[in-house]
């Protein structure tokens, strides 16, 4: 959590990045923020879901309503924040000649997208005998 | 009959093709936000979130638009600044936050 609280401050001063390390190949430095969009692409799937959960599935109760659209909003934000902080880690990472970071959270999302999914399916089949 | 410029990998147009589908993305987000927005009738608080929701989409697409250009120029394109990329991580987030409060 401090290490992020640092990243941030890097997020915003480009400068200070230049000053350590050597410039990677340009073709690394790409595909880096290739990986950022894809990222971020999935952040912006996932707020999508959230305003789909709200305006297409009237007839569910408004708690499970709010409560999955929040979810899939909050999965978005933590997913578009994690995606630019992850890049200048890796940004970073290749300046000095390290190892890549490596990160639980492509199994958290997961874990949380299934859990959503489980959550949509119990709703679907509950709506259908109710 | 070789161009020496070139990337064999074509990275700096695969990269450039990244940007597009993220704002194809961005853009979809736009479209549910306002529909979300303007359902049941235009009330005040709709309108602003709308317009709000318009801006942070144009503010994306600036984002976007510059890096393409930059991605453009012949030979070598610079490395994207984090100030860019920070600044696209904010418009998605507050199209989130503006979803959060239409949805509630």
Same mark, same amino acid.
């Given at each position: /959590?401090?290490?992020?609280?640092?990243?941030?401050?890097?997020?915003?001063?480009?400068?200070?990045?230049?000053?350590?390390?050597?410039?990677?190949?340009?073709?690394?430095?790409?595909?880096?923020?290739?990986?950022?969009?894809?990222?971020?692409?999935?952040?912006?799937?996932?707020?999508?879901?959230?305003?789909?959960?709200?305006?297409?599935?009237? #007839?569910? !109760?408004?708690?499970?309503?709010?409560?999955?659209?929040?979810?899939?909003?909050?999965? !978005?934000?933590?997913?578009?924040?994690?995606?630019?902080? #992850?890049? $200048?880690?890796?940004?970073?990472? /290749?300046?000095?000649?390290?190892?890549?970071?490596?990160?639980?959270?492509?199994?958290?999302?997961?874990?949380?997208?299934?859990?959503?999914?489980?959550? $949509?399916?119990?709703?679907?089949?509950?709506?259908?005998?109710? | 009959? =070789?161009?020496?410029? &070139?990337?064999?990998?074509?990275?700096?147009?695969?990269?450039?093709?990244?940007?597009? &589908?993220? =704002?194809?993305?961005?853009?979809?987000?736009?479209?549910?936000?306002?529909?979300?927005?303007?359902?049941?009738?235009?009330?005040?608080?709709?309108?602003?979130?709308?317009?709000?929701?318009?801006?942070?989409?144009?503010?994306?697409?600036?984002?976007?638009?510059?890096?393409? &250009?930059?991605?453009?120029?012949?030979?070598?394109? =610079?490395?994207?600044?984090? &100030?860019?990329? =920070?600044?696209?991580?904010?418009?998605?987030?507050?199209?989130?936050?503006?979803?959060?409060?239409?949805?509630?």
């Amino acid at each position: /959590m401090i290490g992020f609280v640092q990243n941030v401050r890097l997020w915003f001063a480009p400068e200070e990045v230049r000053q350590e390390g050597t410039t990677p190949d340009y073709r690394f430095s790409l595909a880096n923020e290739r990986t950022f969009l894809a990222w971020l692409r999935t952040a912006l799937a996932l707020i999508g879901g959230g305003f789909a959960v709200d305006q297409f599935l009237p #007839h569910l !109760g408004r708690s499970w309503r709010i409560g999955l659209a929040l979810a899939l909003l909050g999965a !978005g934000v933590l997913c578009s924040l994690r995606a630019v902080n #992850h890049w $200048m880690r890796c940004e970073r990472a /290749m300046r000095r000649g390290e190892d890549l970071p490596v990160s639980r959270f492509p199994a958290l999302l997961s874990v949380v997208i299934a859990v959503v999914a489980v959550a $949509m399916v119990v709703v679907v089949v509950a709506g259908w005998e109710g | 009959m =070789t161009q020496p410029d &070139r990337d064999p990998g074509l990275q700096p147009e695969r990269t450039r093709l990244a940007w597009r &589908r993220t =704002t194809l993305s961005a853009t979809v987000a736009a479209i549910l936000a306002a529909k979300t927005a303007l359902h049941g009738g235009a009330s005040a608080a709709g309108l602003v979130a709308c317009a709000a929701c318009c801006v942070l989409w144009l503010g994306f697409l600036l984002v976007a638009h510059r890096r393409i &250009r930059d991605l453009a120029v012949p030979g070598r394109p =610079t490395a994207l600044a984090p &100030r860019w990329a =920070t600044g696209a991580v904010l418009c998605t987030v507050a199209i989130a936050l503006c979803a959060a409060a239409l949805v509630v």
